[in-house]
């Protein structure tokens, strides 16, 4: 947060994010229909490009009281997808309780998952209780081969995210169930054509292991957190950030996720996006937790922006 004010939010060698965005319409909410939980900072890794910073250290997590105000809320203003995030959001108690109640009123429950916290006997029966609440799962796979995954994630994480993947097919994941794998770069550098990515994804991944799955998600890495203070350290930001610029696209704003979502942090406080909570960057609104639109209703409103946007708007986009 300290890095974001002092640094990021402040660079002059690139124009405001608001100042480039031509069309400002695009940058104000439209229905709210995305409810996006990040429901806990508790991890079992400590990735390096983690922007929440999560990791085994950290112990916030989100209580039962604050679940129910976000399903009341949920139910109340017809959101229709319930997309739980963390940290490694199994790792939360009462994360079954979040997922079996969101399955009841959502038209599509998310959740997104590490992969490897699933061999954990503590929570391997989850691959099970996906399936049975027909859960799209959204996972973390940095690359396809075992050298960058391990680097960007720790020591055995690649082998165990592949049994972890056997086992997901074995239930029906990537066939009648949602498995969708997200990729991101694994330096300071812009990913490649997703439709790219994905044809090789599904290629390696199946003759190697013969697994399937649905859709590959390229994210840019978003200069915050983690990866945003290994580059001030090593003092490539300036450089990154003019890659971000140099790369805005202004087809992807009209697209961007924060114009349909909220995202609620574990306290129950909302923020535009995941991102935007990372830096505490809340809603434009009076009201900022959840807990108070049980009896108001989500007005229009202008998106919280910043310098870390560009992550979301350069090339083909990353929301």
């Known amino acids: 947060m300290e890095f974001y004010k002092k640094v990021l939010n ?19 909410t439209t229905k709210m229909e995305i409810m996006q939980l990040n429901i806990g900072k508790i991890c079992n890794l400590a990735c390096k490009h983690c922007h929440v910073e999560a990791g085994p250290q950290r112990k916030e997590y989100m209580k039962r009281d604050i679940m129910d105000d ?8 017809n959101f229709k997808v319930m997309d739980i995030t963390g940290g490694a959001p199994e790792m939360v108690s009462d994360f079954e309780y979040l997922v079996s109640k969101s399955s009841k009123i959502a038209q599509e429950v998310i959740v997104r998952t590490n992969l490897s916290i699933l061999l954990d006997d503590k929570y391997k029966h989850l691959i099970d209780f996906y399936a049975e609440n027909k859960v799209t799962i959204f996972c973390s796979l940095p690359f396809y081969t075992k050298e960058i995954t391990d680097g960007v994630r720790g020591l055995g994480v690649y082998d165990s995210s592949i049994e972890v993947l056997r086992k997901l097919n074995k239930v029906g994941y990537g066939k009648e169930l949602t498995l969708n794998l ?4 694994n330096g300071a550098f812009l990913p490649s054509s997703q439709e790219c990515l994905e044809a090789e994804y599904k290629e390696k991944l199946f003759l190697e292991y013969g697994i399937v799955f649905n859709n590959l998600f390229v994210i840019t890495n978003n200069p915050i957190g983690r990866f945003g203070i290994t580059l001030y350290k090593k003092d490539k930001l300036e450089n990154y950030m003019t890659k971000l610029y140099n790369a805005y696209n202004e087809d992807t704003v009209e697209f961007l996720m924060c114009r349909n979502e909220i995202n609620v942090s574990y306290d129950g406080y909302i923020f535009d996006c995941d991102f ?22 989500f007005k229009k409103r202008k998106i919280v922006t910043g310098n870390h946007c560009y992550g979301c708007t350069a090339g083909a986009g990353s929301s």
């Not at 997200?182 to 770069?185: A, F, G």
């Not at 960057?281 to 209703?297: G, P, Q």
């Open 276 to 297: 935007n909570q990372a830096v505490n960057l809340k809603i434009n609104s009076e009201k900022k937790h959840i807990r108070d639109y049980r009896d108001n209703d």
């Open 10 to 28: 402040n660079i002059d060698y690139i124009p405001k994010f608001y100042e480039t965005v031509k069309n400002k319409n695009f940058l104000e």
């Open 182 to 185: 997200v990729y991101n770069p």
């Open 70 to 77: 976000c399903l009341y809320v949920f139910e109340k203003h």
